[in-house]
């Protein structure tokens, strides 16, 4: 990766598992970027709004709260509202049927399903980032 | 042939003993109403007369009568006849016909008036019995003559029909203008013999009334006659009762032969009836065979037909065994009456269903019941394999790029990823393997209680270490059922693991984890409380349907699951009530009626995933 970037983009990313949070942390910084990471959906809009991060990596299935609640969280909340969010989830439900629950809010700016490519990854976390420069 | 020839001294005898010899009573009155002079027959009526006016002695009256026809006489001379009524010797009511001859003398004048009296107070009685007969008798009565016209009627038709004397019957009482094709009196006018028939007449509103009618001849001494007499009694209630009794007839009939459930009655005596094609059905009869007593005893339960016969009102039976004539068992639902007249029982009556479908049926829901559940599982497994798969790759990512970079941390860090999820995989696979294995629920008679206290046994070391109150407690009687022991004790150790869990994580002191068994009309109910941390809306929706655990790496998230799928393959359900911060309540209902088979269930148990 020879990324040229005037400062390091900030990724937060929301996930139960410590493992995956491992994971995806690994790969976003071996890219270049900063992360931070959130063990669950309340936790995860605390650090938005204290981290202000460039893009939100979130998970859907979570104890305590899911990630579609979270979402609409973000979505609501004036200075959180437009960051965008890669939904990342292990659900079987079609990418469809998670809109159904959107209840009118924007839609995602990508949905992605474990296990995750990380290339993949990459590629569509570049690209978002991309155009919103 | 001589003829003797009457004496003058016979003759004297005669005009001076013929007066008191004379049967009926004669009475001599003058202008003032004075008695003058009677015969004995007289005095034999009405007492001694002297010193008496006519009206003291034949009506018992002080002063004279209103309307005196003996007055008249006294006046015009002319002879008078009059039906009285007056009293007797004794006082006792008398009517008379009163005959009043003036005596006339050689100037023409009536000096005395002969009174004639006639005692008719018999014939004037059997006269007016036979009127109030005739008016009376609850039916209708009229003489009709040759020509068909009414001569004479009794009161009840002339209340009905007015007056209808020397009118034409058939005009009369059907509104005709010609004589009726089919007619009872002209059969008794043309051979003397009496007559029965049907009419229809019509009532003054319009109605057609239904009468049986019976014509007689009303002979004369010499048998001959000029009237028949006609008697109708209206039957048109009893016929439209016998029309209700034939349509009430007619349609339980019908209902009997097309009803779906069977139908049979037996009458006191035990013979059987009635047995209805859906009974012949069910039991396996034969179109025209008759089923005995013993017969039906046979295929019902038991001590049934005793049972039924033993008490007034009905025996209901919701599910039982009952057998066909060859002996084979039918699931049904029986309901037995007693039947009971006024005095006394006049046999029973029976409708018996055949819930051998319905069984079916049922059998097939839970089945389907179950095979959802399964869904369920696979969908979460699905879900919870995509998750270690991840995190897997997590792993050999770490591993990879640590080894690439000579990152020692990394490698480590990758490794123990690795361990930790394998360890994870082969602990789903264990879980797993338990739920799919597809053992057949195995029911057996047991106390439903004691697997609480079983369950409330095997935790009581660690609630005990953990300070958490666990108790088991059976609330009323709860009779024994079809339960397969070791599978109701696997939900109920989950349940109460996941409560004794629940109270740890709560920041409360003083928990306490409650086993309840008890019965609810006929359900078994098994329900598991705590006042542990409790669950908010997120986690209830979640923790029956999906690979869910909210213990990390500690749980499988079949727990639930597990649980759900030996509730459902019991015909129960499990709800849960819970509130965050307050406690759960899990629930465990199982309705008798659902419960399998006691013996070795042969349910098509063959899917395993």
């Given at each position: 990766m020879?990324?040229?970037m005037?400062?390091?983009k900030?990724?937060?990313?929301?996930?139960d598992?410590?493992?995956?949070l491992a994971?995806?942390?690994a790969i976003?910084?071996?890219?270049?970027?900063d992360?931070?990471v959130?063990r669950?959906?309340?936790?995860?809009?605390?650090?938005?709004?204290?981290e202000?991060?460039d893009l939100?990596?979130?998970?859907?299935?979570m104890?305590?709260?899911?990630g579609?609640k979270t979402?609409?969280q973000?979505?609501r909340?004036?200075?959180?509202?437009?960051i965008?969010?890669?939904i990342i989830?292990?659900?079987?439900?079609s990418?469809?049927?998670?809109?159904?629950?959107?209840?009118?809010?924007?839609?995602?700016?990508?949905?992605?399903?474990?296990?995750?490519d990380?290339?993949e990854l990459l590629?569509?976390?570049a690209g978002?980032?991309?155009?919103?420069? | 042939?001589?003829?003797?020839?009457?004496?003058?001294?016979?003759?004297?005898?005669i005009?001076?003993?013929?007066?008191?010899?004379?049967?009926?009573?004669?009475?001599?009155?003058?202008p003032e109403?004075?008695l003058?002079?009677?015969?004995s027959?007289?005095?034999?009526?009405f007492?001694?007369?002297?010193?008496?006016?006519?009206?003291n002695?034949?009506?018992?009256?002080?002063d004279?009568?209103?309307?005196?026809?003996?007055t008249m006489?006294f006046t015009?001379?002319?002879?008078?006849?009059?039906?009285?009524?007056?009293y007797?010797?004794?006082?006792?009511?008398?009517?008379y016909?009163?005959h009043?001859?003036?005596?006339v003398?050689?100037d023409?004048?009536?000096?005395?008036?002969?009174?004639i009296?006639t005692n008719i107070t018999?014939?004037?009685q059997?006269?007016?019995e036979?009127?109030?007969l005739?008016?009376?008798?609850?039916?209708?009565?009229?003489?009709?003559d040759k020509?068909?016209?009414?001569?004479?009627?009794n009161?009840?038709?002339r209340?009905w029909?007015?007056?209808?004397?020397?009118?034409?019957?058939?005009?009369?009482l059907k509104g005709?203008?010609?004589?009726?094709t089919?007619c009872?009196?002209?059969?008794?006018?043309?051979?003397?013999?009496?007559?029965t028939g049907?009419h229809?007449w019509r009532s003054?509103?319009?109605?057609?009334?239904?009468?049986?009618?019976?014509?007689v001849?009303?002979?004369?001494?010499?048998g001959?006659?000029?009237?028949?007499?006609?008697?109708?009694v209206d039957?048109t209630q009893t016929?439209?009762?016998?029309?209700g009794?034939?349509?009430a007839?007619?349609?339980?009939?019908?209902m009997?032969?097309?009803?779906?459930?069977g139908?049979?009655?037996v009458?006191e005596r035990?013979k059987?009836?009635?047995?209805?094609?859906a009974?012949?059905?069910?039991f396996?009869?034969?179109?025209n065979q008759?089923?005995?007593r013993?017969?039906?005893?046979?295929?019902?339960?038991?001590?049934?037909?005793?049972?039924v016969?033993?008490?007034?009102?009905?025996?209901?039976?919701?599910?039982?065994q009952?057998?066909?004539?060859?002996g084979?068992?039918?699931?049904?639902?029986?309901?037995g009456n007693?039947?009971?007249?006024d005095d006394?029982?006049?046999g029973?009556?029976?409708s018996v269903?055949?819930?051998?479908?319905?069984?079916?049926?049922?059998k097939?829901?839970l089945?389907?019941?179950?095979l959802?559940?399964?869904?369920?599982?696979?969908?979460?497994?699905s879900h919870?394999?995509?998750n270690?798969?991840?995190a897997?790759?997590?792993g050999m990512?770490?591993l990879?790029?640590?080894?690439?970079?000579?990152?020692?941390?990394?490698?480590?860090?990758?490794?123990?990823?690795?361990?930790?999820?394998i360890?994870r995989i082969a602990?789903?696979?264990?879980a797993?393997?338990?739920?799919s294995?597809?053992?057949q629920i195995q029911?057996?008679?047991?106390?439903?209680?004691?697997?609480?206290?079983?369950?409330?046994y095997l935790?009581?070391?660690?609630?005990?270490?953990?300070?958490?109150?666990?108790?088991?407690?059976?609330?009323?009687n709860?009779?024994p059922?079809?339960?397969d022991?070791?599978?109701?004790?696997?939900?109920l150790?989950?349940?109460?693991?996941n409560?004794?869990?629940a109270?740890?994580v709560s920041?409360?002191?003083g928990?306490?984890?409650?086993?309840?068994?008890?019965?609810?009309?006929?359900?078994?109910?098994?329900?598991v409380?705590d006042?542990g941390c409790?669950?908010?809306y997120?986690?209830?929706?979640?923790?029956?349907?999906?690979f869910?655990?909210?213990?990390?790496?500690g749980?499988?998230?079949?727990?639930?699951l597990?649980?759900?799928k030996?509730?459902q393959?019991?015909?129960?359900?499990?709800?849960?009530e819970?509130?965050?911060?307050?406690?759960?309540?899990?629930r465990?209902?199982l309705?008798r009626?659902?419960l399998?088979?006691e013996?070795?269930?042969?349910q098509?148990e063959?899917?395993s995933v």
């Amino acid at each position: 990766m020879n990324l040229v970037m005037s400062a390091a983009k900030k990724i937060l990313i929301v996930d139960d598992e410590q493992d995956i949070l491992a994971y995806f942390e690994a790969i976003f910084q071996d890219s270049g970027y900063d992360t931070v990471v959130a063990r669950d959906g309340s936790e995860g809009l605390e650090l938005a709004k204290s981290e202000k991060p460039d893009l939100i990596a979130l998970d859907i299935t979570m104890p305590g709260q899911s990630g579609m609640k979270t979402y609409r969280q973000y979505k609501r909340h004036p200075a959180l509202k437009d960051i965008p969010v890669i939904i990342i989830t292990a659900i079987n439900d079609s990418f469809k049927s998670l809109l159904d629950e959107l209840n009118g809010f924007s839609t995602p700016e990508a949905f992605l399903n474990k296990p995750v490519d990380p290339q993949e990854l990459l590629k569509v976390v570049a690209g978002i980032l991309a155009d919103k420069i | 042939m001589t003829q003797t020839s009457i004496s003058t001294g016979h003759k004297k005898w005669i005009n001076e003993r013929l007066f008191d010899a004379i049967p009926l009573g004669i009475a001599v009155i003058d202008p003032e109403y004075n008695l003058v002079y009677a015969n004995s027959a007289f005095e034999d009526l009405f007492g001694s007369w002297q010193h008496h006016k006519c009206y003291n002695l034949y009506k018992g009256r002080k002063d004279m009568c209103s309307y005196c026809e003996s007055t008249m006489t006294f006046t015009d001379g002319t002879p008078r006849v009059n039906e009285e009524v007056g009293y007797d010797k004794n006082g006792r009511h008398i009517r008379y016909l009163q005959h009043a001859t003036p005596v006339v003398d050689e100037d023409g004048n009536h000096p005395f008036i002969i009174h004639i009296f006639t005692n008719i107070t018999e014939a004037a009685q059997i006269r007016d019995e036979y009127q109030l007969l005739l008016d009376q008798v609850p039916c209708n009565i009229l003489l009709i003559d040759k020509n068909f016209r009414i001569v004479k009627a009794n009161k009840r038709v002339r209340d009905w029909l007015g007056d209808v004397e020397d009118r034409y019957c058939f005009e009369t009482l059907k509104g005709l203008k010609h004589k009726c094709t089919e007619c009872t009196a002209r059969q008794t006018f043309t051979d003397g013999q009496m007559h029965t028939g049907y009419h229809t007449w019509r009532s003054k509103e319009g109605r057609t009334l239904h009468f049986h009618v019976i014509t007689v001849p009303l002979k004369q001494p010499n048998g001959g006659f000029d009237l028949v007499m006609e008697m109708a009694v209206d039957v048109t209630q009893t016929l439209k009762l016998e029309d209700g009794l034939k349509f009430a007839h007619t349609f339980l009939e019908t209902m009997i032969a097309t009803s779906m459930d069977g139908i049979f009655a037996v009458n006191e005596r035990g013979k059987v009836t009635i047995f209805n094609p859906a009974a012949r059905k069910l039991f396996n009869i034969m179109g025209n065979q008759v089923v005995s007593r013993e017969e039906l005893a046979a295929m019902l339960p038991k001590g049934f037909l005793a049972q039924v016969s033993g008490k007034p009102g009905h025996v209901y039976l919701p599910e039982i065994q009952a057998k066909t004539i060859n002996g084979q068992t039918v699931p049904v639902r029986l309901f037995g009456n007693k039947l009971m007249a006024d005095d006394g029982a006049i046999g029973m009556a029976f409708s018996v269903q055949d819930l051998s479908k319905i069984k079916q049926l049922e059998k097939e829901k839970l089945e389907a019941e179950r095979l959802a559940a399964v869904g369920h599982t696979v969908a979460g497994l699905s879900h919870g394999i995509k998750n270690l798969i991840t995190a897997l790759e997590g792993g050999m990512y770490m591993l990879n790029s640590g080894l690439s970079k000579g990152n020692i941390e990394r490698i480590q860090q990758g490794m123990e990823m690795l361990a930790r999820n394998i360890e994870r995989i082969a602990m789903f696979v264990k879980a797993f393997l338990s739920f799919s294995k597809g053992r057949q629920i195995q029911a057996k008679s047991c106390d439903p209680a004691a697997i609480a206290e079983e369950v409330v046994y095997l935790y009581a070391v660690k609630a005990d270490e953990l300070g958490i109150a666990l108790k088991s407690e059976k609330l009323g009687n709860v009779n024994p059922a079809p339960i397969d022991y070791e599978s109701m004790l696997e939900c109920l150790t989950n349940l109460v693991g996941n409560a004794i869990d629940a109270c740890q994580v709560s920041d409360e002191d003083g928990c306490h984890v409650t086993v309840r068994t008890f019965e609810e009309n006929d359900t078994i109910i098994y329900e598991v409380t705590d006042n542990g941390c409790g669950m908010d809306y997120e986690i209830k929706r979640k923790v029956f349907t999906t690979f869910f655990t909210t213990k990390g790496l500690g749980g499988s998230g079949l727990g639930l699951l597990m649980t759900k799928k030996i509730v459902q393959e019991h015909g129960g359900r499990i709800d849960l009530e819970s509130e965050p911060g307050k406690g759960t309540t899990f629930r465990i209902s199982l309705p008798r009626r659902r419960l399998p088979n006691e013996i070795k269930a042969a349910q098509g148990e063959n899917i395993s995933v």
